[in-house]
């Protein structure tokens, strides 16, 4: 099993700034296909930032410019910088990885989902 553990979120006023944070706990081996989704109130869910097998990172058109993904390796973690904050950016934010883990023996592989964290924005 592994976990996934968002922080970070909060209130804030338009204009301003959060940094989101996700750690992925567990006997992780790798780590794949790791991102940010959003579920404003009353819409599906979506895609925020994430970053290709290649390495590169892919944005929402909605937050190019504003939010910035990265992570440590190292430390199994990722970040979502989110700045220049709008009323429309208020959601749910949720930490996605896909991550082969050790079960047993074997090796797994499973997509995780962290529990959310709420961000806030008013105007």
């Known amino acids: 099993q592994v976990q996934l553990v968002e922080s970070g979120g909060g209130l804030v006023q338009a204009g301003g700034s959060l940094r989101l944070s996700c750690t992925a706990s567990?006997?992780?081996?790798?780590?794949?296909?790791m991102g940010w989704y959003r579920q404003p109130p009353g819409k599906q869910r979506e895609l925020v930032a994430a970053?290709?097998?290649?390495?590169?990172?892919n944005y929402a058109d909605s937050v190019k410019g504003r939010f910035t993904i990265s992570r440590d390796n190292a430390k199994n973690m990722m970040y979502l910088q989110m700045n220049s904050l709008k009323p429309e950016d208020t959601a749910v934010y949720y930490c996605?990885?896909?991550?082969?883990?050790?079960?047993?023996?074997?090796?797994?592989?499973?997509?995780?989902w962290g529990r959310g964290t709420q961000v806030t924005v008013s105007s």
């Open positions: 996605n990885a896909t991550i082969q883990y050790f079960s047993g023996s074997s090796l797994r592989i499973s997509n995780s």
């Open positions: 567990g006997s992780i081996f790798s780590i794949h296909a």
């Open positions: 970053f290709t097998s290649g390495g590169s990172t």
